[in-house]
């Protein structure tokens, strides 16, 4: 079984950054992709950033040239640095990964943005 853990959630003023992490543990061989989306309410999951197999990041319009997806290998973490907030980025960022062919989810990590 594979568990991720999003932290890193936090209420920020308009302008602000934060980092929010996602540590994936269990019985890991290989991740294959992850993934960072997020909900706001009354609003759709929406894909935020991604890595895929090789690395190649992908970032949706809205958050492209302030938010920077990355990950540290050895310790099957994913973070999103997440800067020039604003209060539409307010939403609970989950974290997503492929881990041996087979989708996982975190429970979820509340960003709130005050104007």
């Known amino acids: 079984q594979v568990h991720l853990a999003e932290s890193g959630g936090a209420l920020v003023q308009s302008g602000g950054s934060l980092r929010l992490s996602c540590a994936a543990s269990?019985?890991?061989?290989?991740?294959?992709?992850m993934r960072w989306f997020r909900q706001a309410p009354g609003k759709q999951r929406e894909l935020v950033a991604s890595l895929d197999v090789v690395n190649n990041p992908y970032y949706a319009d809205s958050v492209k040239g302030r938010f920077t997806i990355s990950t540290e290998v050895a310790a099957n973490t994913m973070y999103l640095q997440m800067s020039s907030l604003k209060p539409e980025d307010t939403a609970v960022y989950y974290c997503?990964?492929?881990?041996?062919?087979?989708?996982?989810w975190g429970q979820g990590t509340q960003v709130t943005v005050s104007s």
């Open positions: 269990g019985a890991i061989f290989r991740i294959y992709g």
């Open positions: 997503n990964a492929n881990v041996d062919l087979k989708d996982y």
